[in-house]
């Protein structure tokens, strides 16, 4: 069976601070795929990237930065200089073998000005 | 660009009535899911389909129905409603299985 944990539930933070919202992973599979989700309070999903399990290169994409490490089954995700439109919740998820995508619990992150 | 679109919206039951929630896809994508959201809680496979007349299982079936009759269509059945049901119903859909799911802006559920 295959899991993924996100252990903050809630991170408040102020603008302008980086934050990092943390990923870890169970899977018996030695191929698989990982995604990053934002739901913003509008309830929509809103895809954000997409790493497999051959490709531990980091990703940044503007603000935002991705490290994947196979070693600590994790996959982070850092908002640098974070703003007010980056709250959110952020969901990790895994999808193995088969066609299921497992998704984590979400990170609720409240940005303040 | 329609992409996923999902009706109804916003929906009240009765115990015991049952609907169809209503999924469509204008991305002519092979793949399409339905998942339910429960307050504070990730996100959690009901069914999936692979293609038109091929449906399975995903993590929690009970109590609800799928057929696939077409590429573009993947209605979800809830034929008793209980208030465990009480949910946000995401329909998604994707080209293959590897490739990010496109997702619809969901349907509130309450059964009272």
């Known amino acids: 069976a295959q899991k993924v944990t996100q252990a903050q539930t809630e991170i408040s933070v102020v603008e302008k601070e980086d934050v990092t919202l943390d990923c870890v992973y169970e899977?018996?599979?030695?191929?698989?795929?990982l995604f990053w989700y934002k739901q913003p309070p509008s309830g929509e999903l809103v895809f954000l990237i997409r790493r497999n399990s051959f490709d531990e290169q980091n990703e940044i994409s503007g603000r935002y930065s991705w490290n994947f490490q196979k070693s600590t089954s994790s996959f982070n995700f850092t908002i640098t200089a974070s703003q007010v439109v980056d709250s959110a919740v952020y969901f990790c998820a895994l999808r193995n073998a088969g066609n299921m995508l497992t998704f984590g619990g979400g990170t609720r992150l409240m940005v303040k000005p | 660009n329609a992409g996923v679109t999902q009706t109804p919206k916003f929906r009240i039951l009765k115990i015991g009535q049952s609907m169809t929630l209503q999924c469509t896809q204008d991305?002519?994508?092979?793949?399409m899911y339905w998942y339910r959201q429960d307050p504070g809680m990730g996100l959690k496979l009901i069914y999936y389909s692979v293609g038109a007349g091929i449906t399975d299982k995903g993590e929690v079936p009970n109590g609800y129905n799928v057929s696939r009759s077409t590429t573009e269509d993947f209605p979800l059945r809830l034929e008793l409603a209980a208030p465990s049901q009480t949910s946000v119903y995401f329909c998604a859909s994707s080209v293959d299985s590897n490739q990010p799911q496109h997702f619809g802006d969901g349907t509130r559920l309450s059964i009272l």
């Open positions: 899977t018996r599979d030695t191929t698989y795929y």
């Open positions: 991305m002519n994508h092979n793949y």
